[in-house]
């Protein structure tokens, strides 16, 4: 399932992305909660255990001239409970800043909430990374907690903001 936006759209991943996507995550790693080195064994193993099986829906993000520039998911989808947790990348240095990420959220939003059955969709950012808590409030996501010291990440404790979006927002 293709889903068109009107500057981007997203196409369910495929192991012909992989190079991309170990390029995308490893070049903006220093803002993820968990950096270690996307390698082609793990991001196959991802692939066939998560995205295979259903436990994750992931997109490339494509801009409309062709360029492929990132990955936008739901990741631990419980269909009991009706929710998952979202996650994007924008890995394509240049695509960044000019609101293709805020796109792809909407879209993937509108997926999870209306094809999904989702209720609710969470995410985790490190406190430190503004532009990415500034960007998430563009589509919608609250801050329902602050968590002081949370992670441990290249040697230091850091902070957790917990942010959501109800189907009803």
Known sequence: MVIEGNRVRIIPISEEDTDDIIYWRNN???KFIYR???TRESHTQWLNSMVK???VAQFVIQIKD???IGSVFLRDIDYHHKKAEYGIFI???EAQGHGYGTEAAKLILEYGFKELGL???MLRVLATNERAVRSYEKVGFRQEGYFKDDVFVEGKFEDVIF???LKSE
């Open 28 to 30: 903006v790693r220093d």
């Open 36 to 38: 270690d080195l996307f």
């Open 53 to 55: 099986t259903g436990k």
């Open 66 to 68: 062709g360029r492929k």
């Open 91 to 93: 890995g394509d240095t």
């Open 119 to 121: 209720h609710k969709i």
């Open 163 to 165: 942010m959501a979006i």
